[in-house]
């Protein structure tokens, strides 16, 4: 049974830094596409970096290039997204997901989402 658990969010003021994560069990995270999505109250949801199988390639949403990093740790089979420069628009849940053994970072081409981990910014 494959879980993903997000954790690290809260409430911070503008300028601030986060550090979410996703803890992955039931799938090997380096064997699958990895991303971050998040949706803020009354918008869709929006995709924000995404890690292709292997680390071949890292994918951001040109509203946080520069800011967010994302990154894994297969020991520990978890996936990071490192956030500097928070600002309000930033506030939303933020879910990780998991494109299963295909090198895909559409919200259609995931197969497992989280629970999701809320991240609020102050101004």
């Known amino acids: 049974q494959v879980q993903l658990v997000e954790s690290g969010g809260g409430s911070v003021q503008a300028g601030g830094s986060l550090r979410l994560s996703c803890a992955a069990s039931?799938?090997?995270?380096?064997?699958?596409?990895m991303a971050w999505f998040r949706q803020a109250p009354g918008k869709e949801r929006e995709s924000v970096a995404c890690?292709?199988?292997?680390?071949?390639?890292?994918y951001y949403a040109d509203s946080v290039k520069g800011r967010f990093t994302a990154s894994q740790d297969n020991a520990k089979n978890t996936m990071y997204l490192q956030m500097n420069s928070l600002k309000p628009e930033d506030t939303a849940m933020y879910y990780c997901?998991?494109?299963?053994?295909?090198?895909?970072?559409?919200?259609?081409?995931?197969?497992?989402w989280g629970k999701g981990t809320l991240v609020t910014i102050s101004s």
């Open positions: 997901a998991a494109a299963f053994l295909k090198k895909s970072c559409s919200e259609n081409g995931m197969d497992y």
């Open positions: 890690i292709y199988p292997g680390v071949a390639g890292t």
């Open positions: 039931g799938l090997t995270i380096r064997r699958n596409s």
